[in-house]
Every structure is written in C-alpha cells, then in structure tokens.
C-alpha cells in the first residue's frame, strides 16, 4: 500500500492545495485522493490527518 494512502488505491493521486513561504522552509497541504492531508514543512512530513475515501 503506498504511503499515507488509506483507502489502499492502488495510484493514488495526490493535489497540491496550497504553498506557504517561510523564513524557514517552505510549507506546503497536499490531499490524497483517499482523503488524507499531508502537511510538508522544509521538505520534510510536519503531519498527517487520516481523511476518509470519496466516493
């Protein structure tokens, strides 16, 4: 199962919601097609918010 995919998609896709510049890195929300949001910070994983599958 990939990554942060839990509804076990077998491509999952993943959308850029949205880029915060920062004096420390950047900080970008990105949604998988599962449902799940990933918060990336300076290129690394700041959090992950289990969502549900869409139908």
């Not at 949604?31 to 700041?46: D, E, M, Q, S």
């Amino acid at each position: 199962m990939p990554w942060g995919c839990r509804a076990a998609l077998r491509e999952p896709t993943w959308h850029l919601l949205s880029h915060h510049a920062t004096s420390d890195g950047g900080t970008d929300y990105c949604r998988c097609a599962c449902g799940t949001t990933v918060i990336l910070h300076g290129g690394g994983i700041a959090a992950l918010v289990p969502g549900t599958a869409r139908g």
